[in-house]
């Protein structure tokens, strides 16, 4: 694997600015941005420079680290603290369906109202975003080990969207079993969905399993159904924005039809995350808030000249939930949850506080 695509979101060597691979420019060009204001945090989440639910949350923890360096030195614990507060809400809002981007802001406003004085703050709050960033490390490592477990060499897969090591830190999730497999010299046969309108299977996945040596093809979304019936996929991986404790999960648009598809022609899909992406708070998908996006994506954006009049409707939204009964099962960190995921999502929360 690429060593840049295990290191696309990290710190700066001072430490006072955050550092991202521009997504939106590959495969075409390999080009870093150097991220220090609130704004550009937000515009490079919004725009899908950093994308991905776990990278988000990696890169808006160290988002607000820089930030917290930036505060005022006069300001006293409160005032430092609302300010953050206000920060990560403003951060937050940039994208409101993958939960890890809430989960990880979180997380470091909690280090933070735990801590006395500033210099303990921002040393806690390093620690913290540099800690998060490598527990995802772990995670997807271990997820990988359990989505192999599902599959055998010599297997078709079929993924949608990309949640390999660009939407993560390493390895990736629905990826990973693929490059862990590929170290053991399994020989799999990868389809990957473009993934209309902003072509992320075809942009990403496509380019980090070639890079990695993996067995590859490229399809339009519409033709899954056609390389399912054919008979060569055996498993479907697909990543995860947010499940709720019933087991529905949200994830890029057009994956509840590639989960139709499975369950019409019998073949297992398997949704793969880290228990960071679960959010027991939401009982069903319904509660899952689903991002609308610039309809120019779907006219214009990777196109000479529009693609539609200018005064077509269109309908452009980022994520769509799949029903729980089309999910095989949901592979996280600490194991593969099954049917019913009320108790085996719980279970795997209960593992996880456990230690
Ligand atoms: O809009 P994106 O590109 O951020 O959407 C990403 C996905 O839908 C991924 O499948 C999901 O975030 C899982 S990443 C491990």
């Known amino acids: 694997m690429s060593e840049y695509l295990s290191d696309h979101v990290h710190l700066s060597d001072d430490g006072t600015a955050v550092v991202i691979l521009d ?57 430092f603290l609302s300010k953050l507060r206000e920060q990560a809400k403003y951060l937050a809002s940039s994208r409101p369906t993958a939960v890890n981007l809430r989960w990880a802001l979180d ?45 055998k060499d010599g297997d078709g897969i079929l993924t949608h969207c990309n ?39 075809a942009r990403l996945t496509s380019y980090e399993l070639s890079r990695g040596g993996i067995d590859v093809t490229l399809i339009c979304d519409n033709m899954a159904s056609l390389v399912m019936k054919n008979g060569w996929v055996q498993a479907c991986f697909v990543g995860c924005d947010r499940v709720a404790a019933n087991g529905d999960a949200a994830n890029k648009i057009g994956t509840s039809g590639v989960a139709i598809l499975a369950k019409h022609y019998g073949i297992p899909f398997y949704v793969l995350g880290p228990t960071s992406t679960i959010d027991l708070n939401c009982a069903t998908g319904e509660d899952i808030p ?59 929360f209960d593992k996880k506080h456990a230690g």
């Open 163 to 201: 949640a390999g090591p660009l939407a993560t830190s390493r390895y990736g999730t629905a990826l990973g079993p693929l490059f862990l497999g590929k170290e053991r010299g399994y020989k799999f046969h990868v389809f990957s969905d473009e993934t209309r309108p902003l072509l992320q299977g």
């Open 23 to 79: 997504q939106t420019q590959l495969p075409n060009r390999t080009q870093y941005l150097t991220l220090r204001t609130a704004r550009e945090m937000y515009d490079a989440i919004q725009s899908l420079q950093v994308r991905g639910a776990p990278c988000i949350g990696i890169c808006a923890a160290y988002d607000l680290y820089v930030l917290a360096q930036q505060a005022d030195a006069a300001l006293s614990a409160a005032d």
């Open 290 to 348: 689903i991002e609308q996006r610039d309809p120019e994506e779907i006219k214009e954006k990777f196109y000479a000249e529009p693609m539609a009049l200018p005064e077509v409707k269109c309908y452009n939204p980022a994520f769509d939930v799949t029903d729980h009964t089309l999910i095989s099962g949901i592979v996280t960190e600490y194991g593969i949850c099954r049917p019913p995921y009320t108790e085996s999502l719980r279970a795997v």
């Open 107 to 151: 997380r470091m406003l909690h280090t933070a109202e735990h801590c006395a004085d500033r210099a303990d703050r921002l040393s806690v709050l390093r620690d913290e975003c540099l800690a998060i960033h490598k527990e995802d490390i772990a995670m997807c490592r271990s997820i990988a080990e359990y989505g192999l477990s599902l599959v």
